[in-house]
Structure formats: structure tokens, C-alpha cells
């Protein structure tokens, strides 16, 4: 079954530092997210992107949030300059272009600022 | 009031036995109803998802919708070893996007 996959899994990086996760999603869809988890709480969205632009963020998905879909398989979430506070999994998930089919998920990326 | 509520539990039943999972909502924009099993470190993985009110079943897995009453509901039937993890609820409104609200999950141990 096709599934979305995340790389890394672990991602270790000092407050400040830029980083970016990856994504690369189910093949054929064309909807794609951003949520993140920090540890205990709930899975909150972050953002959504469709047709190369975003449909929709949330509070959290600041200026120093920016995605990016660089290729026709990879989608990207950067943080550019860390916080401690941005430490959570960061779950990347996609669904086709029907309304009414659901969002698929990644195993996570756990993010943690140091 | 939190627009998405679930018991945290953890909810503990003996193999075999029903487990009974529900959520609250107070955003009556929702349309659009899932379930999702999250093991430890892992991603929420789809297990149900409907957009009318009603039921609807899949192998061992019931969901009811009554948006009237805005509360949803999970049963496992038969209930395995297996099944231990936390199931988290999400919702969506009808839109472009849809992105997803969502509980802040059930943690359930199946005792052998």
C-alpha cells in the first residue's frame, strides 16, 4: 500500500540553526500538510498546500515556517531559525484531489532543539 | 470551550471485550469525521473516516456519527493485544484544505 514518507527520522539541531524536513507523499496526491505534536499534546495543523501554493496555515506557521514543493515528489517544511518551543514530531500527511477522501500520514520527523 | 474533547483515558479491557472510544465537538461546521490509531513514535494511521451521520462498519471497526448531538464514537470489537495504542479523533470542515481538528486521543491497553 502506498504510504508518505518522512526523512530523517530524528533530527538533532542547535537553537538558531535552520533546518528543513522532508516529505514525500503518496504519488497521486495532490493536497498536502504540515502538523506537528508536541510531546503529550495534541496533533496541531500547521499548514496546507495545494497547486505549488499554501491554502491555509495556522498561528503557529509563523515566518519562520516556509514549505516548499522543490521537485514532483518531495514536499518540505523549513524552520529557519530554531526555538527550544519547536521541538515536537512534525507529521507530514496527503490526500488525493477528491474532497472527500482523507489525509494520509508520515511516521514524523521528532525535531529536537537543543 | 476546546473545540475537539476526548477522554485521555488510559483505557484498559481484557481481550475480547468491546472498547468504546467517543468525541465531543462543538464547531457544528464539521462535516467530515475520522479515526486514526497512533502507536508510540509512529503516525496517526487511518482507521475510519465518514462524512454523514449514521454508521458505518469495517471488519472489526464501527463508526457512528450524530451530528445532532455532536458526538462520534469508535468500537473495536473482538479486541486484541494488538489493538493497544491511542486512537485520536479529527474533523474537518467541508473546504478546500481540510485541514484536519483534532482530539487530544484515547490511550487503550488490551490486556491479554
Known amino acids: 500500500e502506498p504510504e508518505v514518507t518522512q526523512t530523517p527520522s530524528h533530527q538533532v539541531t542547535q537553537m538558531g540553526q535552520e533546518v528543513i524536513l522532508r516529505c514525500v507523499p503518496i504519488?497521486?496526491?495532490?493536497?498536502f500538510y504540515w502538523y506537528r505534536q508536541i510531546l503529550g499534546q495534541k496533533v496541531e495543523f500547521l499548514v496546507s498546500f495545494y497547486n505549488n501554493e499554501i491554502s491555509e496555515k495556522s498561528e503557529i506557521f509563523d515566518d519562520q515556517f516556509s514549505v516548499e514543493r522543490p521537485d514532483g515528489s518531495n514536499f518540505t517544511l523549513k524552520i529557519r531559525s530554531t526555538k527550544l518551543e519547536d521541538s515536537a514530531m512534525y507529521f507530514c500527511a496527503s490526500r488525493s484531489q477528491f474532497d472527500n477522501q482523507p489525509q494520509h500520514f508520515g511516521d514524523g520527523t521528532r525535531l529536537s532543539i537543543l | 470551550q476546546k473545540e475537539v474533547e476526548q477522554d485521555p483515558g488510559p483505557l484498559s479491557v481484557p481481550e475480547g471485550a468491546i472498547v468504546s472510544l467517543n468525541c465531543t465537538y462543538s464547531?457544528?461546521?464539521?462535516?467530515?469525521f475520522m479515526w486514526y490509531r497512533q502507536y508510540s513514535r509512529k503516525g496517526p494511521e487511518l482507521l475510519m473516516y465518514t462524512y454523514s451521520s449514521g454508521n458505518k462498519e469495517d471488519g472489526r471497526f464501527t463508526a457512528q456519527v450524530d451530528k445532532s448531538s455532536k458526538y462520534i464514537s469508535l468500537f473495536i470489537r473482538d479486541s486484541q493485544p494488538s489493538d493497544s495504542a491511542t486512537y485520536l479523533c479529527a474533523m474537518s470542515v467541508w473546504a478546500a484544505g481540510n485541514k484536519l481538528t483534532f482530539g487530544g486521543g484515547t490511550r487503550v491497553l488490551v490486556k491479554p
Open positions: 464547531n457544528s461546521a464539521f462535516q467530515y
Open positions: 504519488s497521486n496526491h495532490l493536497y
